[in-house]
Nanobody
Framework: EVQLVESGGGLVQPGGSLRLSCVAS????????MSWLRQAPGKGLEWVSG????????SYEDSVKGRFTMSRDNAKNTLYLQMNSLKPEDTAVYYC??????????????????RGQGTQVTVSS
């Protein structure tokens, strides 16, 4: 059974930083591309970033490019998202999923992916 446990969220002021983690189990983590998604209040699920199985290729949604960095440690079955220069519009519940999706991935495909409980990120002064 695929299990994903996200953590690291919290309340941060604009301009601040957070590092999210996602611990994966129940599947062979090292052969899967992975993604971070987010869902803001009252909005649909949005793709944020993706990474190849080996961690050498990353991609980002335009609004987070240059501010967010995605990485992974296959020895620890763990995914990371370093978020810097946070803005109020980054406020959302963040999820990790299997698959290296992108901004053109249909919303239903994102909704169909296994997710953990998510971790809340709130950016506010």
């Amino acid at each position: 059974e695929v299990q994903l446990v996200e953590s690291g969220g919290g309340l941060v002021q604009p301009g601040g930083s957070l590092r999210l983690s996602c611990v994966a189990s129940g599947f062979r983590f090292s052969i899967y591309g992975m993604s971070w998604l987010r869902q803001a209040p009252g909005k649909g699920l949005e793709w944020v970033s993706g990474i190849s199985n080996g961690g050498t290729i990353t991609s980002y949604e335009d609004s987070v490019k240059g501010r967010f960095t995605m990485s992974r440690d296959n020895a620890k079955n763990t995914l990371y998202l370093q978020m810097n220069s946070l803005k109020p519009e980054d406020t959302a519940v963040y999820y990790c999923t299997q698959g290296r999706w992108n901004s053109n991935t249909p919303a239903q495909t994102l909704r169909d992916q296994v997710r953990g409980q998510g971790t809340q990120v709130t950016v506010s002064s």
